[in-house]
């Protein structure tokens, strides 16, 4: 999570740890989000790197049945 900033490399480790990984149910995201979220906003608008940033969000976003 350190590495978010620097690049997409960083963020495809942490998208392929938390894809359908149900241990992470458990796991307390909230302050990560909001790190993204305030680096997504940091961002020019319509940039590739800001779209980029906003796809991987979804890892983040799981729920149980």
């Not at 999570?1 to 495809?12: F, S, T």
């Not at 608008?45 to 969000?57: C, G, R, Y």
């Amino acid at each position: 999570m350190e590495d978010i900033e620097i690049g997409v490399h960083a963020w495809e480790l942490i998208a392929e740890i938390f894809n359908n990984s149900t241990l992470l149910l458990s796991f307390n995201v909230i302050p990560y989000i909001k790190r993204v979220i305030k680096l997504i906003d940091s961002l020019p608008k319509e940039t590739a790197k800001k779209t980029t940033h906003i796809s991987f969000l979804s890892y983040f976003m799981k729920f149980n049945d």
